[in-house]
């Protein structure tokens, strides 16, 4: 072999040799920032607690499928236990039931509340009660209620960031979500909550990737 050709072929390896170490660098790296981004917290997963009030009002709904209370009772649940589609499903129909709930619900979920102030699920289906009859800043103020009794309640966050978003309040709701993921960075629904603020404010490039890791967390089961 010449010297020409063997200067080719030495740095033909070399070229090589150098592509592979940036190749395994680079993957490194992802995989070292993927680690530190899920360090912060620990996935949300349901409580056995939760699960079985989930269970029970499933039950419910099975036992009295045209009961609109057992309905939106459900449907709450749903929405604090991560089963969000299914809760609106629910919410929906609900309202396609009777359509004087909303008004029957609130006034029920408003004596309920008066009656036991520290329960946080009342307040959570108060809330809701008052989203459904256009009162948004009241469904808010409520969500504050259910943080000041359980302040770690990631869905409290996630709900108020929604209905600041519905009112046009976008950098309010994406500093709800934000405070949200302090909690847990790993709840999909408010990455891709965080995502769309993020489109709204045209940074479609950090939009993408709040959405995209959504789209991750959510084949995961968070």
């Not at 008066?114 to 289906?125: A, E, H, I, Q, V």
């Not at 009241?138 to 209905?163: M, T």
Request: positive net charge; charged residues 25%; hydrophobic residues 40%.
């Amino acid at each position: 072999m010449t010297n020409d050709k063997l200067k080719i072929k030495n740095e033909g390896f070399y070229i090589i040799n150098n592509t592979a170490k940036r190749c395994l660098n680079l993957t490194l790296v992802i995989v070292n920032l993927t680690l530190l981004t899920a360090l912060p917290s620990i996935a949300w997963r349901i409580t056995p607690e939760l699960q079985k009030e989930l269970d029970q009002k499933k039950a419910a709904v099975s036992a009295a499928p045209n009961d609109p209370h057992a309905r939106f009772d459900l449907a709450i649940t749903m929405a604090y236990t991560n089963n969000l589609q299914d809760g609106w499903n629910n919410l929906k129909k609900t309202v396609e039931l009777d359509p004087t709930f909303k008004k029957k619900g609130l006034e029920m979920y408003e004596k309920k509340v008066t009656d036991s102030p520290s329960d946080w699920r009342l307040r959570f289906r108060l809330a809701f009660a008052y989203y459904f009859n256009d009162r948004k800043k009241e469904a808010i103020r409520e969500l504050e209620n259910v943080l000041k009794i359980d302040p770690n309640n990631v869905w409290g966050y996630g709900y108020q960031a929604l209905i600041y978003g519905e009112l046009n309040e976008t950098d309010t709701a994406m500093a709800v979500t934000k405070r949200g993921l302090e909690i847990d960075s790993n709840v999909a629904a408010l990455h891709l909550l965080l995502g769309e603020g993020y489109n709204r404010k045209g940074d479609k490039w950090k939009g993408f990737l709040e959405t995209m890791e959504a789209v991750r967390l959510r084949a995961l089961g968070y």
